[in-house]
């Protein structure tokens, strides 16, 4: 694996699978909510215009398209990168010291 903002390889990829799975559930319920709000703030509707309702006229459909996209790519993105980050600081770490007794019971068996 490579800090130069090269994409995870080896132990890390395999590692972040499980991690970015469950990040992008989460992430796509907290886009959802967050779009919610978005658009109850943009439209003071409770409800977003369905693609398919002839309830809204088409630019109100688009608009609410528009937001919804920006929101999930805006939240996918952040869950993906740390995400990464994290999974990347875990398999970097240095692995745990191990105690002195240790160290010498094993020098005293190689040598």
Same mark, same amino acid.
């Given at each position: 694996? +490579?800090? &130069? #903002?090269? =994409?995870?390889?080896?132990? @890390?990829?395999? *590692?972040? $699978?499980?991690?970015?799975?469950?990040?992008?559930?989460? #992430? %796509?319920?907290? *886009? #959802? $909510?967050?779009? !919610?709000?978005?658009?109850?703030?943009?439209s003071g509707e409770d409800e977003t215009p369905?693609?398919?309702?002839?309830?809204?006229?088409?630019? =109100?459909?688009?608009?609410? @398209? +528009?937001?919804? !996209? /920006?929101?999930?790519?805006?939240? $996918? +993105? /952040?869950?993906?990168?740390? %995400?990464? $980050?994290?999974?990347?600081?875990?398999? &970097?770490?240095?692995?745990? @010291?191990?105690?002195? /007794?240790?160290?010498?019971? =094993?020098?005293?068996?190689? #040598?």
């Amino acid at each position: 694996m +490579t800090r &130069d #903002g090269a =994409e995870l390889t080896g132990l @890390a990829k395999v *590692a972040y $699978k499980p991690v970015g799975l469950l990040f992008g559930m989460v #992430g %796509g319920l907290l *886009a #959802g $909510k967050v779009f !919610g709000i978005v658009w109850k703030n943009v439209s003071g509707e409770d409800e977003t215009p369905q693609p398919l309702s002839d309830e809204y006229p088409t630019w =109100e459909v688009l608009l609410a @398209a +528009t937001l919804q !996209g /920006a929101v999930f790519a805006l939240i $996918k +993105t /952040a869950v993906d990168r740390y %995400g990464m $980050k994290a999974v990347r600081r875990v398999v &970097d770490s240095p692995p745990p @010291a191990r105690p002195r /007794a240790v160290r010498r019971q =094993e020098v005293a068996r190689a #040598g």
